[in-house]
């Protein structure tokens, strides 16, 4: 049974960052790609970043870009979303998903297979 569970949310100044952390556990090999989706309130899920297990392949999206670093430790199963410059607009449920199926790097919600339960994350001051 695949499981994903994400830790690191929190409440965090303008201008501050956070570690996000995604353990997964149950996968019967090492292909697939974990990707971060995030929810603000009242609006749709939108990918945020994403890595591929095996070749580190990443995609970001583009308000992602230049802010976010995803990064993956394969020893501990384990994908982190560093995101600096945090701003308001940043305030949402982070999700990270993992795609077996298809095995790419991408944002495209309908390519993961698994979803894990999410942990929030509020930017304000």
């Known amino acids: 049974q695949v499981q994903l569970v994400e830790s690191g949310g929190g409440l965090v100044q303008p201008g501050g960052f956070l570690r996000l952390s995604c353990s997964a556990s149950?996968?019967?090999?090492?292909?697939?790609?974990i990707g971060w989706f995030r929810q603000p309130p009242g609006k749709e899920l939108e990918g945020v970043s994403c890595?591929?297990?095996?070749?580190?392949?990443?995609r970001h999206a583009e308000f992602a870009k230049g802010r976010f670093t995803i990064s993956r430790d394969n020893a501990k199963n384990t994908v982190y979303l560093q995101m600096n410059s945090l701003q308001p607009e940043d305030t949402a449920v982070y999700y990270c998903?993992?795609?077996?199926?298809?095995?790419?790097?991408?944002?495209?919600?309908?390519?993961?297979?698994?979803w894990g339960q999410g942990t929030r994350v509020i930017v304000s001051s």
């Open positions: 890595i591929r297990r095996t070749d580190g392949r990443i």
């Open positions: 998903a993992a795609g077996v199926t298809y095995y790419r790097a991408t944002l495209r919600q309908d390519e993961y297979d698994y």
């Open positions: 149950g996968f019967t090999s090492g292909y697939y790609a």
